[in-house]
C-alpha cells in the first residue's frame, strides 16, 4: 500500500511529466513556425516521450493500490526568439524536473518506502540522459550558430529520431 504523502507526489509528478508533454509540444510547433521541420519532429517525440514517463505514475500509483487523481494542465509558453531559446528553455526544465525527482527520492527516503525507491531510481537515470541530451544540442546549435547552411543539416540529423515506445513494466 502507498502511503498518503507519497500518492499525493506521485499524482503531482504525473502532472508535471504531462506539463512536460504539453511543453515540448508547443515548442515542436513553434519550430515548425521557424521553417524547422527536423527539429519540430525530434520536440513531438519528446512530448511522446515524456507521456511514456506520465504513464509510468499513473501505473505505478495504481498498482501500489493508491488513487490517480488528475488535475489541471497549466498552458506552456508558445513563443520563442530562436531554436537555441527553445533549447535553452528546454534545458531548465529538465533541471527543474531533475529537481522534483530528487525531493520526492529524498520523501521516499524519509518514509522508508524502498518500493518507491526502486521506481524513482529509473527516473533519476532518466533525468540524466535528459540533461545531457538538451546540453549536447545546445553544443551543436553553438557551433553552427544562426547560420543557414549549419541549422538545414541540423535540421535533418534531428528529423530522423523516431519514437521507441518503452517496455512496458
Ligand atoms: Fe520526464 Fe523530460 O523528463
Known amino acids: 500500500m502507498i502511503s498518503k504523502a507519497i500518492e499525493q507526489a506521485f499524482n503531482k509528478q504525473l ?8 511543453l515540448y509540444w508547443s515548442m515542436s510547433a513553434a519550430l515548425e513556425e521557424m521553417n524547422l521541420p527536423g527539429f519540430a519532429n525530434w520536440m513531438r517525440i519528446q512530448a511522446q516521450e515524456e507521456m511514456t514517463h506520465a504513464n509510468k505514475f499513473y501505473n505505478q500509483i495504481i498498482e501500489r493500490g493508491g488513487k490517480v487523481t488528475l488535475t489541471a494542465i497549466d498552458g506552456p509558453p508558445t513563443e520563442w526568439d530562436s531554436v537555441k531559446a527553445v533549447f535553452e528553455a528546454g534545458l531548465a526544465h529538465e533541471q527543474l524536473v531533475t529537481g522534483l ?11 522508508k518506502d524502498h518500493a518507491a525507491n526502486m521506481f524513482l531510481q529509473w527516473f533519476v537515470t532518466e533525468q ?4 545531457a541530451t538538451a546540453m549536447e544540442i545546445l553544443g551543436k546549435l553553438e557551433i553552427v550558430g544562426e547560420t543557414t547552411g549549419g541549422l538545414y ?7 530522423q529520431r523516431v519514437f521507441t515506445p518503452p517496455v512496458e513494466e
Open 128 to 131: 540524466v540522459e535528459e540533461e
Open 153 to 159: 543539416m541540423l535540421d535533418k540529423e534531428m528529423g
Open 101 to 111: 525527482i530528487n525531493d520526492m527520492m529524498d520523501l521516499a527516503i524519509q518514509e
Open 15 to 22: 502532472n508535471a511529466e504531462t506539463y512536460s508533454a504539453y
